[in-house]
């Protein structure tokens, strides 16, 4: 099975409320990523998992976490929800040479 | 830090007729380019990974790198109106925890 999953596909929050999101792979894959895609943006990359190792880009450093409890899953979670988080949440996982699989997103609307 | 920039920002074509999109980088060293299509509200589908020079086929996809000129292009063949999605080149260097930079992609229209 070459999917990467993504729970909940369609996301609705409060403003101020807290918000985690769900990926998973059954590939084995030591890499998970968490990009950020606006409409009309480059999707942006938040954080990635080498293995058990949290690397977060600099300038989303304070605004999202993560965790890796095992190998298959990875976690999003946004603290406080703002309006600014409104965005499709894609996650892709790879190994080595291998392709990138990307999930098929979830869907964040913050009101 | 890696500038990935694409062209035409968006495309409108006749169905049949090829379509070209292009794709430049600023680094040089970078090994990995892929391109990707996104239907609106979908996920990213993978069209065409392509590591060296040259030209790569995926049934009617066809990515040409020419890493001297800094450029990667996207040429899709007889496309047809469910072609019709935004198109996103993504450039990395290899290993296993390399990061993809996106360009903004190019909304590419297929009219019947």
């Known amino acids: 099975d070459t999917t990467v999953k993504q729970n909940p596909r369609y996301k609705l929050a409060r403003v101020g409320k807290p918000v985690n999101l769900i990926c998973s792979q059954t590939?084995?894959?030591?890499?998970m990523y968490w990009y950020q895609k606006k409409p009309n943006q480059a999707p942006k990359l938040l954080l990635f998992?080498?293995?058990?190792?949290?690397?977060r880009e600099a300038d989303t450093f304070e605004k999202f976490q993560s965790s890796r409890p095992n190998n298959s899953f990875c976690s999003l979670y946004i603290g406080s929800a703002g309006l600014e988080y409104s965005a499709m949440y894609l996650c892709?996982?790879?190994?080595?040479?291998?392709?990138?699989?990307f999930g098929k997103g979830t869907r964040l609307t913050v009101v | 830090q890696q500038k990935v920039q694409q062209s035409p920002e968006s495309l409108t074509v006749s169905e049949g007729a090829m379509a070209s999109l292009n794709c430049t980088f600023s680094?040089?060293?970078?090994?990995?380019f892929r391109w990707y299509r996104q239907h609106s509200g979908k996920g990213l589908e993978v069209l065409v990974s392509?590591?060296?020079?040259g030209e790569k086929e995926e049934g009617s996809f066809t990515a040409h790198l020419n890493r001297a000129s800094l450029h990667v292009f996207l040429h899709i063949r007889e496309p047809q109106p469910s072609d019709s999605a935004l198109y996103l080149c993504a450039v990395s260097p290899g290993g296993s925890n390399a990061k993809l930079t996106f360009g903004k992609g190019t909304k590419l229209s297929v009219k019947s």
């Open positions: 590939m084995n894959h030591d890499t």
């Open positions: 392509i590591f060296s020079d």
């Open positions: 680094d040089r060293s970078s090994d990995n």
């Open positions: 998992y080498y293995d058990k190792i949290l690397n």
């Open positions: 892709a996982s790879k190994t080595g040479g291998s392709e990138v699989f």
